[in-house]
């Protein structure tokens, strides 16, 4: 008699999980039509940075290549001339290309760029059909031109010498410091 009462409590107390969860709320997200918002610091996609003019901030010194322990960053330096000018330094990055099949999104090769030039965005869809589309070249990480800037090469504009350039000051002082250093109102 207990093996009869056995076989059938049995399928009952197996579908008691599912009836038990069958009228809870459901939690599911509508991922591509409602994205979920990232954190402030998350590791996304890079990007590599301009000055306000429109400058590349890389210099091509390929310490984030050296960085990064998956081997996804390829940089190859250039020197500037004097005819244009990609970076306010001696050199820029002629060729970048991070390898997103490679890339493990740890950000050691942000910490390691002294100009700052390579930050990471909140954006996470990387996912692509082909194996090529996910290696990005220098095109695809460079921010866009905001309204006011030039597309390299050009010279330096922000400010008289190097100093001032890397430290934002243009070479006009504006209507308020005139009149700090002149000691009156205008």
Request: hydrophobic share 30%; net charge negative.
């Amino acid at each position: 008699m207990a093996s009869v009462k056995e076989s059938l409590w049995d399928p009952v107390a197996g579908f008691g999980v599912t009836f038990r969860t069958m009228f809870r709320k459901v939690f599911t997200e509508e991922y591509p039509f409602d994205k979920k918002p990232t954190a402030p610091r998350f590791h996304g996609r890079h990007q590599l940075n301009r000055w306000p003019d429109g400058l590349e901030k890389c210099v091509g010194c390929e310490l984030c290549a050296w960085a990064c322990p998956a081997d996804a960053i390829y940089v190859e330096g250039a020197d500037n001339t004097d005819g244009g000018r990609f970076s306010p330094g001696e050199r820029y990055g002629r060729v970048y290309q991070i390898n997103y099949l490679r890339c493990i999104l740890c950000g050691l090769c942000i910490e390691a760029c002294p100009t700052r030039a390579l930050t990471m965005t909140n954006e996470y869809e990387l996912a692509d059909r082909s194996r090529e589309s996910l290696i990005y070249e220098k095109k695809d990480l460079l921010a866009p031109l905001l309204p006011g800037m030039q597309e390299p090469p050009h010279d330096m504009q922000l400010g008289s010498t190097e100093k001032d350039y890397y430290l934002g000051l243009t070479g006009a002082a504006t209507t308020g410091e005139r009149a700090v250093e002149g000691g009156g109102d205008q």
